[in-house]
Nanobody
Framework: QVQLVESGGGLVQAGGSLRLSCAAS????????MGWFRQAPGKEREFVAR????????RYADPVKGRFTIARINAKNTVYLQMNSLKPEDTAVYYC??????????????????WGQGTQVTVSS
């Protein structure tokens, strides 16, 4: 059974940092794209960042470029999201996800099949 477990969320002041982790289990994800998405109250879930299976191809949503960094350690089946210079508008539940197909760089939300339960990030002003 595939399971994704996020951790590292919390309450932080604007300008602060958090590092989210997502541990995957149930199978090996080293050949799959992994991504981070977020959902704020009353809004749709939106793309934040994704990383290819090799780790050398990353993409970020415009609002987080230059502030967030995605990374992965395949040997640990884990993906990370380092979030710096946090803003109140970054407040949301953050979800990690794994793409449907191996060897394919997934860029759209509907190309991800497995999702974690989410971790709350709250940035106070």
């Amino acid at each position: 059974q595939v399971q994704l477990v996020e951790s590292g969320g919390g309450l932080v002041q604007a300008g602060g940092s958090l590092r989210l982790s997502c541990a995957a289990s149930g199978r090996t994800f080293s050949s799959y794209t992994m991504g981070w998405f977020r959902q704020a109250p009353g809004k749709e879930r939106e793309f934040v960042a994704r990383i290819s299976w090799s780790g050398d191809d990353t993409r970020y949503a415009d609002p987080v470029k230059g502030r967030f960094t995605i990374a992965r350690i395949n040997a640990k089946n884990t993906v990370y999201l380092q979030m710096n210079s946090l803003k109140p508008e970054d407040t949301a539940v953050y979800y990690c996800a794994v793409s449907r197909y191996s060897g394919y760089v997934a860029n759209r939300k509907d190309e991800y099949d497995y999702w974690g339960q989410g971790t709350q990030v709250t940035v106070s002003s």
